[in-house]
């Protein structure tokens, strides 16, 4: 039924609360290739840096934060990939630069996702409000099944 599995993750221990799910699907659905997915938005300087005075050395910092961004996500998802014990799965890691919830949607959709794990803040109400959804935005943005996993400590009830 699934052959293909998206996992984003954004290198918090939260996300990495489906890891066992994971483990427990494609051991038992015969799942062919699981991919762990993690985006870097694109940096701006103009937040995080004071004005240089320069336009082309602000835009030379960007392009090494970003580069740095994407190699700290690269090096993450090597090492759950390395972590990560799937039998008779292919696993791979993808570093994606975008807006996380269009990035994501977008890939899946272009990658033939059959399945996505994404865990879930469990926020409600103002909350959800103030803060978003990105798993939320997900189930609203794609046509394959999204099986959101619920954090640790979740509240539960309506808000």
Known sequence: MYNKIMVPLDGSQLAECVLPHVQAITSGCKIATVVFVRVVDPAKLS?????????????????????????????????????????????????????VAETLADWAEKNNVDLIIIASHGRSGIGRWMMGSIANRILHSVCAPVFMIRAPGCETGIG
């Open 47 to 99: 937040a995080m840096l004071p004005a240089q005075g320069e336009l082309g050395y602000q835009e030379k910092n960007r392009q090494d934060l970003q580069l740095q961004r994407r190699k700290t996500a690269e090096d993450y998802l090597k090492k759950i990939v390395k972590e990560t014990a799937i039998e008779n799965a292919e696993i791979h890691y993808e570093v994606l630069e975008g807006k």
